[in-house]
């Protein structure tokens, strides 16, 4: 197919980026539809071809730049993620990825000694590497439960509050984004938060919530003018 042919397919496109004057999205449908489109391109809007070559070329060194940005963000994020989900990441992306969902949403396994209770991708994990799986499973059975759960046995005011808050903003597909208690919400929506918590800040927050069930939170709360019914 000839070049101005070619052109005429997306020419709407073209018709509307040039007369709202949006330089930058010509570039890019030339960008993206490839260099035949530059004789196209001249022919239909009399601009010298050397010019729009030198505009694609600004773009294609922005879009490289980007590219690089990206990548250096990604493998940032990719090493502050836990050593067993970089493991998944080397073995099996498909299973790291959602793997990493419930990471992200800060997801705790319960105590069963049934397979089927356990997420799937964590079901696929123990067919690939027992040892690996393993190690996912402890950390998901132990997350974000705080650092005193040793006194909720005997301490059943902490336990309350310990358990009541994670149900609300750990627990997945219940209560609150734990987050957004902390940071502001990235979008109008109000349901993303700007930035995450590690899961030791989580630990932080849930054992501060346990610490109001102890004899000396309630005393702080009584302070406060919350009395228990």
């Not at 067919?127 to 650092?147: I, P, T």
Request: glycine share 4%; net charge negative.
């Amino acid at each position: 197919m000839k070049a101005l042919d070619r052109f005429n397919i997306v020419k709407p496109l073209f018709e509307k980026a040039y007369k709202e004057q949006t330089k930058d999205e010509v570039v890019s449908l030339t960008y993206e539809n490839g260099w035949c489109f530059l004789e196209a391109y001249y022919q239909y809007y009399k601009i010298r071809v050397s010019e729009l070559e030198k505009m694609t070329e600004t773009l294609r060194r922005r879009l490289e730049d980007k590219a690089i940005k990206d990548e250096a963000d990604s493998k940032a994020k990719f090493y502050e993620l836990p050593t067993f989900l970089q493991r998944i990441w080397d073995l099996n992306p498909s299973i790291a990825r959602q793997a990493e969902k419930d990471y992200i949403g800060s997801i705790k396994i319960q105590d069963s000694d049934n397979m089927e209770d356990l997420p799937l991708w964590l079901q696929e994990l123990w067919s690939l590497d027992r040892s690996l799986a393993r190690q996912s499973e402890a950390y998901f059975k132990n997350r974000n439960v705080g650092f005193k759960t040793h006194r909720l046995e005997s301490n059943p005011e902490e336990q309350i509050f310990h358990n009541n808050f994670r149900t609300e903003h750990l627990e997945a597909n219940h209560g609150g984004d734990i987050n957004l208690l902390v940071f502001p919400p990235a979008d109008g929506s109000g349901s993303t938060p700007s930035e995450y918590l590690t899961d030791r800040e989580k630990d932080v927050m849930v054992s501060t919530i346990q610490w109001l069930g102890s004899p000396v939170g309630q005393a702080f709360l009584n302070k406060c003018g919350y009395a228990k019914k």
